[in-house]
């Protein structure tokens, strides 16, 4: 790829998954300044050896960086005795390539991020609160109907987005 096709194709991907990949990077090691960092970092690394390029699916590419580079983290932090073990969220140095079971609330909190706000909304105060519709409506201020709407377009655009990534195995979580 020429230069200059690199940099746009670069910044759209930048523009596309940045914030996605925070709320991702974010749910891993629970410090919103060190999810960013370490989202920046991995772009920039991309960036100068315009890996992006050689990539079929760049969304899927930039999950799993972006877990690597939090697994990263954590064992730096470790082995520099500056963290002790159990500190660290369950699971999270296992570099295994399957979906592991820490793995589903990140990658789901990550697809609700797509999500219209509204709808994103809803169906966080569902999954993430335990909320219930009631509850919700009351909250949000809206009808019960109204949030049974939401939670159902939530739901079909999740399991879109799921299957579009071959994600198909996160599906029965929701």
């Known amino acids: 790829m020429e230069k200059v096709a690199h940099e746009v194709f670069f910044e759209q991907i930048f523009h596309q998954y940045y914030s996605p990949l925070c709320n991702y990077a974010l749910k891993m090691v629970k410090d919103p300044h060190l999810a960013e960092d370490l989202v920046q970092q991995l772009f920039l690394q991309l960036y100068e050896k315009q890996a992006l390029s050689k990539v079929d699916y760049p969304e899927r590419y930039l999950l799993r960086c972006v877990k690597f580079k939090c697994i990263d983290y954590y064992r730096t932090k470790k082995s520099m005795g500056e963290i002790r073990l159990e500190t660290i969220p369950d ?16 990658l789901l909190h990550y697809f609700a991020s797509k999500l219209p706000p509204k709808t994103r909304e809803v169906f966080l105060l569902s999954r993430n609160s335990g909320m219930t519709y009631k ?10 109907k109204t949030v ?3 939670m159902g377009r939530a739901l079909r655009q999740m399991r ?15």
């Open 91 to 106: 699971g999270t140095l296992d570099r295994s390539s399957d979906i592991a079971e820490e793995d589903i609330e990140p």
């Open 135 to 144: 509850e919700i409506a009351e909250q949000l201020n809206i009808s019960i």
């Open 148 to 150: 049974e709407t939401q």
């Open 160 to 174: 879109s987005l799921l299957k579009a990534q071959n994600f198909l195995s996160l599906i029965p979580f929701l």
